[in-house]
């Protein structure tokens, strides 16, 4: 957190920008949409520039930042908008292209997720949560394969249903799929919560506050044929804000549209709104820096910290720090390259240390672990056997 010239107690809105990055979408019938990587980098080009990032400053000074949700187009068989299917393909290429720039602008790595259809259809949206178990293998080749555990959801068209609730407290302290009030033909977040601050939701009935663990945050479309952002939005935030101390507001788009202007219309927008309330001050942050800012004190905050030991075929993971989950994300590797979760079960055996027995057939050779806090660490550790 910065503290600035208005110190800790100011009252401030938290400003996030969520971009759902799946690569390029080709749609004869939709010539908005940028149907190849070199028209996506060109629009994507834009907003990393330092001019483009520093154009309206927030109250302390500081730069635009976005939090980038990639996608893996994987689990389906159809591709009729020849998206780039494919474990890693989307974040790789940004990685490659844009590495230093993300470090450079504090921008943060989320995950977001179509989940399969039946169909196999890549334009389709699977509704079955209990359908497919693809969103373990992406996760586990992303652990093991690039040495990545997001802190921080989006599901795909912010579809949203009990079981995929239920999983996600599991293993993300911060989901951004919150899209109340809209309701549309997949989804309905008309009774869902229109706060621009991030609550505990049930986690079977998410669109109530409940006892849950994870954040769950509103974003809303930045400009869609569904919903636009715009100053009423603004000011719920900023009046937010002046009742409760902080707020989030958050609007999402996507990589396959030139969205430079559209965003400058919004800051442009939000700057103006922002000179009526003297009080309140407002910083550009990450999707999960937001969460935190707004619910915690993070001043005493442990790095995580991953120790694996094997005794014969016995896997020991002792964590230091707090961790979010009920026990680590285990995968294996085999020596045929398959990618695996342990079909054993992980035992805790103490406060953060667990246990799990590794089958002497298995022909695993190597190991990964992963978890995270609800400050938005994580860790990755790898055994070779």
């Given at each position: 957190m910065v503290a600035g010239v208005y110190g800790n107690s100011m009252k401030k809105v938290n400003v996030v920008f969520c971009m759902d990055t799946e690569g390029p979408c080709d749609d004869p019938n939709n010539v908005e949409l940028l149907h190849n990587w070199n028209l996506v980098d060109k629009a994507m080009d834009k907003l990393f520039t330092v001019d483009f990032r520093t154009k309206y400053p927030d109250s302390y000074g500081g730069h635009f930042k976005i939090g980038w949700f990639f996608l893996s187009w994987t689990?389906?068989?159809?591709?009729?908008?020849?998206?780039?299917?494919?474990?890693?393909?989307?974040?790789?290429?940004?990685?490659?292209?844009?590495?230093?720039?993300?470090?450079?602008?504090?921008?943060?790595?989320?995950?977001?997720?179509?989940?399969?259809?039946?169909?196999?259809?890549?334009?389709?949206?699977?509704?079955?949560?209990?359908?497919?178990?693809?969103?373990?293998?992406?996760?586990s080749r992303q652990i093991i394969e690039r040495g990545w555990f997001p802190t921080c959801f989006r599901a795909g068209g912010t579809i949203m249903n009990s079981d995929l609730s239920q999983w996600l407290e599991r293993w993300f302290p911060f989901d951004y799929s919150n899209r109340a009030p809209l309701n549309f033909k997949e989804m309905d977040w008309s009774n869902g919560v229109v706060d621009w601050y991030p609550y505990h939701p049930d986690p079977k009935y998410f669109k109530s506050e409940g006892n849950g663990r994870r954040y769950m945050s509103r974003c809303m479309d930045l400009e869609t044929n569904l919903y636009t952002s715009d100053k009423k939005d603004i000011e719920q935030a900023f009046?937010?804000?002046?009742?409760?101390?902080?707020?989030?507001?958050?609007?999402?788009?996507?990589?396959?549209?030139d969205i430079e202007e559209r965003i400058l219309s919004f800051l442009s927008k939000l700057n103006l709104v922002s000179k009526k309330y003297d009080e309140i001050s407002w910083q550009y942050s990450t999707p999960s820096d937001a969460i935190i800012d707004v619910t915690n004190d993070?001043?005493?905050?442990?790095?995580?910290?991953?120790?694996?030991?094997?005794?014969?075929?016995?896997?020991?993971?002792?964590?230091?720090?707090?961790?979010?989950?009920?026990?680590?994300?285990?995968?294996?590797?085999?020596?045929?390259?398959?990618?695996?979760?342990?079909?054993?079960?992980?035992?805790?055996?103490?406060?953060?240390?667990?246990?799990?027995?590794?089958?002497?057939?298995?022909?695993?050779?190597?190991?990964?672990?992963?978890?995270?806090?609800?400050?938005?660490?994580?860790?990755?550790e790898y055994m070779k056997l």
């Open positions: 689990g389906f068989k159809i591709n009729p908008r020849w998206r780039d299917f494919g474990h890693h393909k989307v974040r790789d290429h940004y990685l490659e292209r844009y590495g230093d720039f993300l470090k450079k602008y504090g921008d943060e790595e989320c995950w977001h997720y179509h989940h399969p259809p039946t169909s196999g259809v890549g334009n389709e949206w699977g509704m079955e949560w209990n359908s497919s178990t693809e969103y373990n293998e992406i996760i009046l937010e804000a002046s009742l409760k101390g902080k707020s989030i507001l958050s609007v999402f788009d996507h990589d396959y549209r993070d001043s005493n905050n442990n790095l995580l910290k991953l120790k694996l030991t094997v005794s014969e075929n016995k896997l020991n993971i002792e964590v230091e720090g707090d961790v979010y989950q009920e026990y680590p994300w285990v995968v294996f590797r085999g020596k045929n390259g398959s990618i695996t979760q342990p079909k054993n079960e992980i035992s805790n055996v103490s406060n953060n240390v667990w246990e799990l027995i590794i089958e002497d057939n298995s022909g695993v050779e190597l190991i990964a672990v992963a978890v995270s806090n609800d400050l938005g660490e994580t860790a990755v």
